[in-house]
Nanobody
């Protein structure tokens, strides 16, 4: 069983920044690909960013490219999502997800095996 815990959400004015963190545990010695998704009220969950097990490859949704940065920490299976130039439309619950089995090819939610509880990001204008 893998546990996934997010932190770092909050309330920020448009144009501001936040840093989200995610720590996954339960598979010592294994580096897992990890991703971030978000879900706004009344909308479906959407992909935000992905990082491979080594941290060498990242992928972003067009809506956040150039504003958000995903990175791996030196701590095992810990990743960060730096959110810059935030907009009101970025308001959502942000979820961290982990790939344990299989491979990610389309960055759809069903390719990720374990999920955190989510952390709220609210951007006001």
């Amino acid at each position: 069983q893998v546990q996934v815990v997010e932190s770092g959400g909050g309330l920020v004015q448009a144009g501001g920044s936040l840093r989200l963190s995610c720590a996954a545990s339960g598979r010592p010695g294994t580096k897992m690909p990890m991703g971030w998704f978000r879900q706004a009220p009344g909308k479906v969950r959407e992909f935000v960013a992905h990082i491979d097990w080594s941290g060498g490859q990242t992928y972003y949704a067009d809506a956040v490219k150039g504003r958000f940065t995903i990175s791996r920490d030196t701590a095992p299976n810990t990743v960060h999502l730096q959110l810059n130039s935030l907009r009101p439309e970025d308001t959502a619950i942000y979820y961290c997800a982990v790939v344990v089995w299989g491979r990610v090819s389309t960055y759809s939610a069903n390719e990720y095996d374990y999920w955190g509880q989510g952390t709220q990001v609210t951007v006001f204008s």
